[in-house]
């Protein structure tokens, strides 16, 4: 089974991007899970304009974003929360990818993660982003998980320092690759 997981942030010392490394080092030992980990970078691409559509085509960024989703058995994304909803970056490359027949979303198991330095830690974020991706055909876990406080949780390794939180993300993971595999008809 094969994950593709990125931090939806371009910020070189982003709390998500710290949060993904810690959730790929946990798939990475899961037996079977083979980990994309993805820079948000590869995927850079200009706001959605129809002309530029019309014109071009889809952007470089986009294709690369739609190849990777399309090798991809499942999605874990980190995201960031900006003013109590999904970032414009994700949600412009979502609307890019969704231009493409069939949508590369269609059918794929997502999980939903996010880190904020505030107290809510970007849950308002993941609920927001379950709105387009369900609507294109994603199946987003129900089950999330937000870290608040994360510019304090992290260790000088990158490892989350709370024991509890890393078993919290553990076990997530965990029952999140066992739905990928049911959904797949994995045995
Ligand atoms: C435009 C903007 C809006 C933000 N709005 C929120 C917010 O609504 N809730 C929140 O918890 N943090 C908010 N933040 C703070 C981000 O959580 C913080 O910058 C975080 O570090 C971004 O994620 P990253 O570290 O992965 O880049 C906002 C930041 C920016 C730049």
């Given at each position: ?93 979502i609307d890019w990818a969704s231009r493409t027949d069939p949508i590369p979303f269609e ?61 919290r993300l553990q076990r997530l993971l965990l029952s999140y690759i066992d739905f990928v ?7």
């Amino acid at each position: 089974m094969r994950i593709l997981a990125f931090a939806a942030s371009l910020r070189a010392a982003s709390f998500n991007r710290k949060l993904i490394k810690q959730a790929v080092t946990i798939l990475r030992v899961a037996p079977g899970v083979e980990v994309d980990l993805a820079d948000f970078h590869e995927f850079e691409m200009p706001m959605y304009d129809g002309d530029l559509e019309a014109r071009d085509g889809i952007p470089a960024g986009g294709r690369e974003f739609i190849r990777r989703i399309q090798e991809a058995d499942g999605l874990v994304i980190a995201t960031p929360e900006y003013n109590g909803c999904i970032p414009g970056t994700l949600k412009n490359a979502i609307d890019w990818a969704s231009r493409t027949d069939p949508i590369p979303f269609e059918g794929k198991p997502i999980l939903l993660i996010g880190a904020s330095p505030g107290g809510l830690g970007a849950v308002r974020s993941l609920w927001h982003s379950r709105v387009p991706l369900e609507t294109i055909g994603a199946h987003v876990y129900p089950e999330m998980m937000g870290l608040p406080r994360a510019h304090q949780a992290f260790d000088d390794n990158g490892s989350l320092q709370d024991a509890n939180l890393l078993s919290r993300l553990q076990r997530l993971l965990l029952s999140y690759i066992d739905f990928v595999r049911k959904l797949h008809g994995y045995s």
